[in-house]
């Protein structure tokens, strides 16, 4: 394990067969958004923290309780049968790690992984993606709002076994872009070590949390591993609150911005 990131148990767990979800920010905090949503409503345990003399020098209070600014949770075997069931740990995180520390995080993470013989790794990551208007120019792409689901869903994996995966649960194949930040080194790093990484992107806004492209992998995530009915609707409804809020800011910046008088251009 790199000397410059640590992985500390805090409670002793059997997470053998399981799969490791990646929860640092990412796009549209997606991932963060994704990875709280699992903690929260399937109630997860924490079973550990990772840490870094170079992470920030901050403690999380939650209910009373002090919190590393990165933390491992983990599940119970769930699903509908015992034929057809899962289990998954959660890593997240309350900070965008720096380059400097990107490759140390993800090797750490996949050295855990294959130590604790979980199965596959998943990362959640919003996508940005950028369309030519009537005139040519470059626009960010409109989302389907009046479809949550119609949202598009794209995927890419590491190894044969976790493309086959993405590909049964429906997720569109990801074959020309650029990944970034912890979710690509794992990418590369678990193709250098034949482990299996699926990374699942939704079409996310950079600018704001995007609830909406996290309740998509959400239900991708569920598909793929957990076959339970994990109901993503309180995150449409936080997507919408959000949205909201944001036309309201704008329409009062618009009618300010209206209402004050031109300055020269030196000023602006």
């Known amino acids: 394990m790199p000397e410059d990131v640590k992985i500390y148990e805090l409670k002793r767990a059997d997470v053998r067969g399981a799969t490791v979800i990646d929860g640092f920010p990412s796009v549209g905090l997606v991932s963060s958004i994704a990875a ?11 079973i550990g923290i990772m840490d870094s003399v170079y992470f920030p020098t901050v403690s999380l209070i939650r ?48 050295d855990w992984a294959e130590d604790q013989r979980c199965k596959m790794v998943v990362s959640p990551e919003g996508l940005v993606i950028d369309r030519e208007d009537e005139e040519g120019k470059t626009v960010e792409a409109d989302k389907k709002d009046d479809d949550d689901t119609g949202l598009e869903i794209y995927g890419v994996g590491s190894t044969k076994v976790a493309n086959d995966i993405l590909k049964e649960s429906g997720v569109s194949e990801f074959t020309e872009g ?9 990418l590369n790093e ?16 950079p600018d704001y949390p995007d609830a909406r492209a996290a309740a998509r992998i959400i239900e991708t995530i569920n598909k793929m591993l957990l076959h339970i009915d994990l109901d993503a ?29 031109a300055r020269p251009s030196m000023y602006s």
């Not at 650029?178 to 794992?186: F, K, N, W």
């Not at 609707?233 to 910046?253: G, N």
């Open 178 to 186: 650029v990944i970034t930040g912890v979710a690509g080194v794992l």
């Open 63 to 110: 209910e009373g309780k002090p919190q590393n600014p990165v933390r491992i949770y983990a599940s119970e075997k769930v699903g509908d049968s015992d034929d057809n069931k899962d289990q998954i740990v959660v890593f997240i995180s309350e900070f965008q790690p720096p380059p400097n520390l990107v490759k140390p995080i993800a090797s750490a993470l996949l």
């Open 233 to 261: 609707k309180p995150l449409y409804d936080e997507a919408e609150r959000i949205e909201s809020q944001l036309k309201l800011i704008h329409k009062q910046t618009k009618t300010k911005q209206s209402a004050t008088p």
């Open 36 to 46: 709280n949503y699992l903690i929260n409503t399937m109630k997860l345990t924490q």
């Open 190 to 205: 678990g193709r250098r070590r034949d482990f299996s990484v699926a990374t699942i992107l939704a079409e996310a806004h």
